[in-house]
């Protein structure tokens, strides 16, 4: 039988792993500097957990988790965002005393059964942070700066970056009347726009099918309170104060329902239909509603497979620096012992002296004719052969696979060469 990769996962090697190990590089680097520590969550935590933090509603919870029962009949879930992880990581270990700087990041696969389209799959890789403890718009302002900083990293400059704000607890609910007064006069509503109406309207301005038909939809803007009405000024103003161009959307409201005040999505026309390239807001009451004290609190998270994506058109790629690939040959099996103890020096050497060489070989059985074969097969650039003659005058022989010379070297001056 031939088994293959399960739908909507995906293999990652060669020039791609490169990309995804150097984003992530790029991003510790980053986070580093703005004072992020990291946090690593688990693969899977009480299925309890994303439904109260992510909403009841949401298509997450509604169509996409991955929900299983372990031995003990406990249910479980496949983390589908790291945002409730993190929360219930920061409750559960006190962080706010042990670590009061309050800011973390992490790393790592999610699970959402979704239909796989390019740069979305049902298992793919995130890049968060969260930032607990502080409700100044300096934070958001911070947040969005921070994403915006991950993908110019990697290339991405052309991004369109769009923020809102839903309000708190005190002016939502009277936006929330007003749109559900409003809704209930359109027609021919789809299945999960009705369905939204009655649990979290908000969510329904999120919906691609009807978008076309809200036309006269009521305006967040128009029932916030002055606090959220100043906060989200204030954000603007510092984004604008650090050349941070922005779009208010004022139907942005983000497809989880633990989001309040402002939100926002970075995306870039350039990828399609999946342009979302990182996103987040406010949840200033998840930390409380989980069981933890009142704490307000900002996070985002980007896609790693589709920034990835985006960043083949900015020649990210083509950055990379191709290792200088050694290949250590034995023209004698019996010196087969000498040219391995060689090559693990040359590894460790190589690594010591952080020079951009990788090492292959020896491979024992083979003639030398067939071991410079298989050189030429990875590409290597040089081959270094043990040879009785030399060997015994303490050199080997250096072959250049690309012109064919070769010259003697002493061993001794390996470091050197």
């Known amino acids: 039988m031939n088994y293959k990769a399960p739908r909507g996962t995906h293999d990652i090697f060669g020039i791609n792993a490169s990309g995804m190990s150097l984003l992530e590089q790029k991003a510790k680097v980053i986070f580093k500097r703005h004072g992020f520590e990291e946090v690593r969550i688990p693969a899977f935590e009480d299925a309890a957990l994303f439904m109260r933090s992510i909403g009841q509603t949401t298509d997450i919870v509604e169509k996409e988790m991955y929900i299983f029962e372990d031995r003990k009949k406990r249910k479980l879930a496949l983390r589908p965002e790291g945002t409730a992880s993190l929360v219930r990581a920061f409750i559960e270990h006190r962080m706010n005393v042990s670590m009061p700087t309050g800011k973390f990041f992490y790393m790592g696969e999610m699970f959402r059964y979704e239909r796989p389209q390019a740069g979305r799959y049902r298992q793919f890789h995130q890049i968060g942070a969260e930032f607990f403890g502080s409700s100044s718009p300096a934070a958001d302002a911070e947040i969005i700066v921070l994403a915006q900083d991950l993908l110019s990293s990697v290339g991405i400059n052309e991004m369109n970056v769009y923020i809102n704000s839903l309000g708190c607890g005190k002016c939502r609910p009277l936006f929330r009347e007003a749109l559900v007064k409003y809704l209930g006069s359109v027609r021919d509503l789809c299945e999960d726009c009705l369905r939204r109406l009655e649990k979290n309207p908000l969510r329904v301005l999120d919906c691609k099918t009807d978008s076309n038909k809200f036309v006269k939809v009521p305006r967040i803007p128009d029932y916030l ?98 290792s200088e690939k050694i290949f250590i040959a034995v023209a004698d099996q019996e010196l087969f012992s000498e040219a391995f103890s060689f090559a693990i020096k040359a590894m460790r050497n190589g690594l010591k002296g952080n020079k951009n060489i990788s090492v292959f070989g020896p491979v024992n059985g083979k003639n030398l004719t067939n071991q410079l074969k298989f050189a030429d097969k990875i590409k290597a650039v040089k081959a270094i052969v043990f040879a009785r003659t030399e060997f015994e005058d303490g050199k080997f022989l250096v072959k250049n696979m690309k012109d064919k010379t070769q010259t003697k070297v002493l061993i001794s001056e390996f470091s050197e060469f």
């Open 225 to 322: 309170c002055d606090c959220c009405k100043g906060n989200f000024n204030l954000t603007q103003s510092l984004l604008k104060s650090v050349g941070c161009n922005y779009t208010v959307d004022e139907r942005l409201v983000r497809g989880l329902d633990y989001y309040t005040k402002t939100v926002f999505e970075i995306r870039l026309d350039a990828v399609g239909s999946q342009d979302a390239l990182a996103a987040g807001g406010r949840y200033d009451n998840l930390v409380g509603e989980l069981g933890g004290q009142d704490t307000p609190a900002i996070g985002f998270a980007l896609g790693s497979e589709r920034v990835l994506l985006a960043a083949q058109k900015t020649g990210f790629f083509s950055s990379f620096q191709e």
